[in-house]
């Protein structure tokens, strides 16, 4: 097993209500989730209740800290009947998957290369490679930074680190009106945590206009980046 990890965030119940902005991320990548997944740094599990339908054959949550684990497994009944829970992180992982995802956890990671290469050792032929983190460092914030944040990615970025034979397929940012509050924050407010009615508001509003405006300005930019990489 690995050393013991512990999250210093504390927004992760904040986030979990964020459902729409969670249903639209899983319309751009529920085709490539099949078969057996690994959910690696699944939190509380927020992410897992929308993308996890049932449908694939197996859904692993993998999480490091203790306390987050401890609450998965309290949360076992919330989960759909083909989920299990393992403490742990890739590093600890011993079997091949389908599909591997990291949601908002790749930025936490120190040697983010070294993991994603990790992670493709463990893919199945034809296994897909999905990451979502936030985009573009000149936005780097207060908020990154109290939640463990290393970094924040552009395209070039995390094409740069593709794993030794892995193909990239998507790469795109998404939430161009989210990048605008990202932006509102970085330079105006430097809150170190946004309120629950600021995520309401992202998630109610600013959500929707993403989904109409990322087509239109062609996914140029956004507050999130979403890549996904198949394995040869």
């Known amino acids: 097993m690995s050393k013991p990890y512990q999250y210093s965030g504390n927004e992760l119940s904040l986030f979990e209500e964020a459902k729409t902005w969670k249903r639209y991320f899983k319309k751009k990548i529920q085709h490539f989730i099949h078969g057996s997944v690994l959910e690696v740094g699944a939190g ?33 009944p919330s989960f759909p009947p083909n989920t299990s829970i393992e403490k742990g992180s890739m590093a600890d992982a011993t079997q091949k998957f389908d599909t591997i995802l990291y949601i908002d956890v790749l930025e936490h990671i120190k040697d983010d290369a070294a993991e994603l290469a990790r992670a493709s050792s463990h ?10 983190c936030p985009a573009f460092n000149f936005l780097f914030s207060d908020f990154d930074r109290s939640i463990g944040h290393i970094r924040r990615y552009k395209k070039k970025e995390l094409k740069k680190i ?3 034979g892995m193909k990239l397929i998507l790469n795109r940012y998404l939430d161009s009106a989210g990048f605008f509050a990202s932006a509102a924050n970085k330079f105006l407010l430097h809150q170190s945590y946004p309120s629950s009615s600021q995520i309401r508001f992202w998630n109610k509003c600013l959500v929707p206009i993403s989904k109409i405006t990322d087509p ?9 980046i979403l890549t996904v990489w198949e394995k040869s």
């Open 44 to 76: 509380i599990g927020g992410t897992t209740k929308i993308l996890n339908d049932g449908s694939a054959k197996k859904w692993t949550m993998l999480e490091p800290d203790e306390n987050l684990y401890s609450y998965l497994l309290k949360n076992t």
């Open 123 to 132: 893919l199945n032929g034809k296994g897909c490679l999905i990451v979502l």
């Open 162 to 164: 593709t794993p030794l």
């Open 216 to 224: 239109l300005f062609l996914y140029l930019f956004g507050k999130s």
